[in-house]
């Protein structure tokens, strides 16, 4: 009943930039706080920035002044602008995002299903 959707991954040199984006869809009544994770292969899902429905945001320190995480409430739509990209951040990234539906009494997480970086040295 609900979809989110990436896109905006590929590959990259090291130093440049890429836009994700993910539109949230289906029978939502509300989005809270919505996000990006990353998991890079071998290693376990991690927080990469996230935002609140009033526009409040946090970062990994991995990523502080290089990544802007943004929403546009209005389309149920999150970005994640990553600007000075390294090897390093190479992963999967998944969107998230904490939603109550019309049909349903209780928030729940819903995740996309994924879009790959990858950045070469």
């Known amino acids: 009943q609900v979809q989110l959707v990436e896109s905006g991954g590929g590959l990259v040199q090291a130093g440049g930039s890429l836009r994700l984006s993910c539109a949230a869809s289906?029978?939502?009544?509300?989005?809270?706080?919505m996000g990006w994770y990353c998991q890079a292969p071998g290693k376990q899902r991690e927080m990469v920035a996230g935002?609140?429905?009033?526009?409040?945001?946090n970062y990994a320190d991995s990523v502080k002044g290089r990544f802007t995480i943004s929403r546009d409430n209005a389309k149920n739509t999150v970005y994640l602008q990553m600007n000075s990209l390294k090897p390093e951040d190479t992963a999967a990234y998944y969107c998230?995002?904490?939603?109550?539906?019309?049909?349903?009494?209780?928030?729940?997480?819903?995740w996309g299903r994924g879009t790959q970086v990858t950045v070469s040295s």
């Open positions: 935002i609140s429905s009033g526009g409040s945001t």
């Open positions: 998230n995002a904490y939603i109550i539906t019309y049909y349903g009494g209780t928030w729940s997480d819903y």
């Open positions: 289906g029978s939502i009544f509300s989005i809270n706080t």
